[in-house]
């Protein structure tokens, strides 16, 4: 007898303005929350101190606390997500809810999930929820998709201007979520982690931070830039509201919003970048690959301070000021000729905001192979991009004790010499 619905939380943790949790409280039947931790993900993570897995876990404790102050539950399973959903359906529940998620895993496991569904007699029913505009939506007048960024912006806005955005309010019906207890919830040790004891970002942040952020994002001295990404990441906030919010603010804010939302749809509609190289060409780029090298950048170790800085403020706090980023990825594609993806594996891993499409997105517009990239022959110049955006080594300061001492490594390669040597690796790569 169908007298429940499941709801099924991934990368939307909140109550609040959650589309597919709206959708589910609203249909007419108690809704029991579920949540997985998939093994068939956290066993590719290799650290077990890993920042996200313990972020992911408090937001989870948080939000129980909140359904059992209204007298419901979550239940939190661990195990590969195909596994534990054939045991929840044995339950037989007349729906499975849940918000959209567009990466390739998640693609094939929500195919064969709404499969097994299907088999059951059982609807499967998921929810655009992450972002403003998906898949399709924002696409050229002849229905290919958009790879040059300013276009697909303006007919983005052009979209929304039609299109208001609506907000769920799945907060007002909490009522409707099934009332028991879930007595078997995983430890964080039990799924094989550790606590971690990075601080992680607030989620609310003053007004002041997004009218500023034009003129003050791309100093990493400062907190100018919002720190929310590991909350969108997560789905802790709701993209709806912040860009609403954000609209009256910045005009640039939402701009970086919208990047999100195009390297989102890069991913959906070209999912070959996950592993290879968006323009087929760059793929034959002979990368020096050097291991040694390697080493140092990762360790922030290169002699050049604003690198060494990011990498240092990456190893330390799982995060890395976007300027930087883009420095830190130019340097190792560039400067050392190491693949791209040596780089954007090495993130994956630190990122405590790591998000695929964002994250594939950067490191191939870093590298020259990717959707509006910058050219190959544009090689930023890391001592020049340190006097433009932190002349008074305020940022320096803070993640390289030594620099200026003796103990500081000198530049493990000649600016000059590394960007003929790149230009020359990748012209004759390119023509061949």
Known sequence: MHNFSYF????????????????????????RPVFIFDRDILDK????????????????????????????????????????WKTLLQNQPKAVFTNEDYEPYALLRDAKIAEMC????????????????????????????????????????MALGGNPIEAYPSEL????????????IPTLA????????????????????????????????????????????????????????????????????????????????????????FKSQYDAIAWRNDESDFEKWKAGKTGYPLVDAGMRELNTTGFMHNRVRMVVASFLT???????????????????????????????????????AAPYFRVFNPQSQLEKFDPEYKYIKTWVAEYGTAAYPKPMVDHKMARERCLSVYKESLQS
């Open 118 to 157: 299907a088999l059951g007699g059982i609807e499967f029913n998921a929810f655009k929820d992450q972002v403003i505009f998906a898949k399709n939506e924002v696409v050229k007048d002849d229905g290919k998709p958009y790879t040059v960024f300013t276009p697909y912006m303006k007919k983005w806005k």
């Open 334 to 372: 560039k400067h050392l000729l190491i693949d791209w993806r040596w780089g954007e594996s090495y993130f994956a891993e630190k990122l405590l905001d790591f998000e695929l499409a964002s994250n594939n997105g950067g490191w191939q517009w870093a590298s020259g192979s990717g959707v509006d």
């Open 45 to 84: 993570l290799s650290n077990k101190n890993d920042a996200r897995v313990s972020f992911i876990y408090r937001e989870l404790m948080d939000m129980r606390a909140r359904f059992q102050a209204v007298g419901s539950d979550i239940e939190i399973h661990y195990g590969p997500a195909i596994e534990v």
């Open 190 to 277: 039990q799924i094989g982690f550790e606590a971690s004891s990075l601080i992680f970002p607030q989620k609310e942040i003053q007004q002041g931070r997004i009218k500023n952020y034009e003129s003050q994002r791309d100093i990493p001295s400062i907190l100018g830039t919002s720190r929310l990404s590991v909350h969108f990441r997560f789905g802790t906030i709701s993209v709806r509201e912040k860009f609403k919010k954000g609209a009256a603010l910045s005009e640039k804010w939402i701009n970086e919003l919208i990047w999100r939302e195009f390297y989102m749809q890069i991913l959906w509609h070209f999912p070959h970048v996950v592993t290879g190289s």
């Open 173 to 184: 019906h909490l009522s409707q979520l099934e009332k028991f207890v879930f007595a078997e």
């Open 8 to 31: 099924w939380f991934r990368r939307d943790l909140r109550e609040t303005d959650n589309h597919g949790l709206f959708r589910a409280l609203c249909s007419g039947l108690p809704i």
